[in-house]
Structures are given as structure tokens and as C-alpha cells.
């Protein structure tokens, strides 16, 4: 009984430390690199689950978009696109 409190009590506690990834999407580039320095940046093609690299013709020119980390990105389930 005991082993089953503390284990229970344990679960409780640690789901409420558990917070919720937020994807942080920015209207410029340079907004973006500074909230990820040292990371690379891209465009993020909304709606969608898809972004591109600088160099890739759509990188910032679709009509509907943002930049953000690559690393945020792929942490929110985006992929590259081809």
C-alpha cells in the first residue's frame, strides 16, 4: 500500500512540472536568430507541417508563413520539405 502511494504521489507530482512545448514563430529573420543564436533559421509554410532551408526559392516567400528555429521545428513535428 505504501510502495503504491508513493509511486502514485510521485506521477502526481511530476505531471504537474510537465509543460507544453510552444513553437515560437517570428515575422523576421533577424527577430528569429536572436531567439535561437547559433542556430539556423527557417520558414515554416503555415498552414502545414512542412519548412524550408535559406537558399530554397519559397524561404520567406510564400504568402503565408514564419520564420523559425529549425531546432523548434523539428521539436513541433515539422519536417524539410523537398
Not at 26 to 46: I, K, N, Y
Not at 53 to 75: F, L, S, V, W
Amino acid at each position: 500500500m505504501k510502495i503504491w502511494l508513493a509511486t502514485t504521489l510521485m506521477l502526481f507530482l511530476t505531471a504537474g512540472s510537465v509543460s507544453a512545448f510552444v513553437q515560437t514563430k517570428f515575422a523576421s529573420e533577424d527577430a528569429a536568430q536572436s531567439h535561437c543564436p547559433g542556430g539556423m533559421v527557417v520558414w515554416l509554410t503555415l498552414p502545414g507541417n512542412f519548412y524550408v532551408r535559406k537558399g530554397d526559392p519559397r524561404y520567406g516567400a510564400t504568402q503565408r508563413g514564419a520564420y523559425i528555429c529549425e531546432h523548434d521545428a523539428i521539436a513541433a513535428g515539422n519536417r524539410l520539405a523537398h
